[in-house]
């Protein structure tokens, strides 16, 4: 039973290599038409199902002989395959977590005795923590990303100059071919998204140089925030380990693959 299975890409792998049946559990139909017709298209004996996993009851899909998969099923969802697969005896849970911070409440509630008593309290913003980085990102797109962030924070220097809040403005995402132009007409689009008007003497050299050197101080906060990533992310996943083990559960814990290929690469094996 793949769990939030998408297209069932993993499904129809496993099928390949150990001939299993697959059943997949989907919420978007689209990805479940799709999935239909590549399992019908190999003849491979694989059903997707559209469903929504918070609501089901585990008893329709689970039983004891079901071999439960997740591969990076986000926060809630994985949260509720794990229980869900408790509940009912699943002999094998194989999980690839990811996403801590999704489909779960303001403040983390740790899943094992074991996290409760530890009293570490995790809000979703902190939880987000745990997935924050982009190995993956071709060069271009981190160079991209590093230009808006330091025009956005430029552009909000400005708007609270002239505001004269202090307060963060927050702008909608905004398209990258604004990159292309100059500062100042990245900022000119911005003011008219947020109803303000611009003069024309403004200083923006001065505003763009403002962002960049405030893009930076935020750089080297994230480094020392990224010392914390992955120790932040296998705390959680310890966290789902504990909470197999006091069910009755062997659990291994292991990474699937390097980094580079995904950073989510952590793997919880669970037996009965
Ligand atoms: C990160 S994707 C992983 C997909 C697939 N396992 C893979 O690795 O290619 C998470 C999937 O969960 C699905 N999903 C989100 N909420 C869901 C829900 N409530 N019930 C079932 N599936 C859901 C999404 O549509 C998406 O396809």
Known sequence: MEWCGGKGHLGRYLHACYGSRVDTLEIDSTLVREGEELA?????????????VLAEPSAVW??????????????????????KGVDAGTCRISLSPCCYHLYGPEQYQPMSG?????????????????????????????????????WRLGFDALQQQ????????????????????SFEAFCRH??????????EN?????????????????????????????????????????????NGYQCRLLQFCPPALTPRNLLLDAHR
């Open 40 to 52: 019908r298209k190999l003849d491979y004996p694989q059903s997707l199902h559209e469903c929504d």
């Open 62 to 83: 689970l039983k004891p002989e079901t071999h439960l998969l997740g591969l990076h099923a986000c926060g809630g969802l994985h949260v509720t395959m794990l229980e």
């Open 114 to 150: 074991s996290g409760r008593v530890t009293g570490l309290h995790l809000t979703r913003e902190e939880l987000r923590n745990a997935v924050r980085q982009t190995e993956t990102a071709p060069a271009r797109q981190r160079r991209q990303r590093a230009q808006m962030q330091s």
């Open 162 to 181: 002239i505001t004269g809040t202090g307060q963060y403005m927050p702008v909608p995402s905004l398209p990258t071919r604004l990159l292309k132009g």
């Open 190 to 199: 911005c003011a008219e998204l947020k109803g303000l008007s611009l003069a």
């Open 202 to 246: 403004l200083d923006f050299f001065r505003f763009e140089r403002e962002g960049l050197a405030l893009f930076r101080q935020r750089s080297r906060e994230d480094l020392v925030r990224m010392l914390f990533r992955r120790p932040l992310e296998v705390w959680l996943a310890l966290d789902r380990v504990l909470f197999l083990e006091e």
